[in-house]
């Protein structure tokens, strides 16, 4: 294990590895450290939905920022599979909000309004219109927000393509390797002790 990084970057789930692509493609030394195996922890157990209405309540500055990072994923997707070799199971397959209750139609209306003023694509669907898209929804299902826009990729592979990606570009990153123990000098964070006696020293830890 390399003793010296420009960067120590303390984490291999998606956030990590993405981090360390893009740190190596600005020319920065960058070393992972993954207590267990790169993505084997929530990034790679997540649905990989791609699909930015859910949190959002309508427009404003977290809604901007939210979908011109939705913008750019298919050109990142193109790039990833590219630098990295891995297929990422990228789909625009749009995804459906449902609701059982004919009560709560009201709701649903009110947020594809409030929805609208972002500028995707959206449909209202009946009960009969939603199953016909997707045959597998429940017979309860009543009504429906078709989003067509929206799409899904295959998170594990996603982190691997970081990972793979980040290591073709200059990134060390290594599986297995605790933190224990992080090293001072006055109110600077000067380097890392891991749980095999190894030192890293570096200029900054995210």
Same mark, same amino acid.
């Given at each position: 294990?390399?003793?010296?990084?420009?960067?120590?970057?303390?984490?291999?789930?998606?956030?990590?590895?993405?981090?360390?692509?893009?740190?190596?493609?600005?020319?920065?030394?960058?070393?992972?450290?993954?207590?267990?195996?790169?993505?084997?922890?929530?990034?790679?157990?997540?649905?990989?939905?791609?699909?930015? /209405?859910? %949190? @959002?309540?309508? +427009? !404003?500055?977290? #809604?901007?920022?939210?979908?011109?990072?939705? *913008?750019?994923?298919?050109?990142?997707?193109?790039?990833?599979?590219?630098?990295?070799?891995?297929?990422?199971?990228?789909?625009?397959?749009?995804?459906?909000?449902?609701?059982?209750?004919?009560?709560?139609?009201?709701?649903?209306?009110?947020?594809?309004?409030?929805?609208?003023?972002?500028?995707?694509?959206?449909?209202?669907?009946?009960?009969?219109?939603?199953?016909? /898209?997707? %045959? @597998?929804?429940? +017979? !309860?299902?009543? #009504?429906?927000?078709?989003?067509?826009?929206? *799409?899904?990729?295959?998170?594990?592979?996603?982190?691997?393509?970081?990972?793979?990606?980040?290591?073709?570009?200059?990134?060390?990153?290594?599986?297995?390797?605790?933190?224990?123990?992080?090293?001072?000098?006055?109110?600077?964070?000067?380097?890392?002790?891991?749980?095999?006696?190894?030192?890293?020293?570096?200029?900054?830890?995210?």
């Amino acid at each position: 294990m390399e003793k010296t990084a420009d960067i120590v970057i303390i984490g291999g789930g998606i956030i990590g590895v993405s981090i360390a692509y893009n740190l190596c493609k600005r020319g920065v030394d960058v070393t992972v450290l993954e207590q267990g195996t790169i993505g084997s922890q929530a990034s790679g157990a997540a649905a990989g939905l791609l699909a930015p /209405l859910g %949190p @959002l309540s309508g +427009p !404003g500055l977290y #809604a901007d920022l939210l979908l011109s990072s939705f *913008a750019m994923f298919p050109s990142l997707v193109s790039e990833l599979e590219e630098a990295s070799g891995i297929h990422l199971g990228y789909e625009q397959i749009g995804a459906l909000r449902t609701i059982h209750n004919p009560k709560r139609i009201a709701h649903l209306r009110k947020r594809m309004k409030d929805w609208e003023a972002l500028g995707l694509t959206m449909h209202w669907l009946s009960g009969d219109e939603a199953r016909q /898209l997707e %045959p @597998l929804l429940s +017979p !309860g299902v009543c #009504a429906a927000i078709y989003a067509p826009e929206e *799409a899904q990729i295959c998170a594990p592979q996603l982190v691997k393509a970081f990972s793979k990606a980040a290591t073709r570009s200059g990134a060390r990153i290594y599986s297995h390797v605790e933190i224990a123990g992080i090293q001072h000098h006055h109110n600077t964070i000067t380097g890392v002790h891991t749980s095999q006696g190894e030192t890293i020293a570096r200029n900054h830890l995210w």
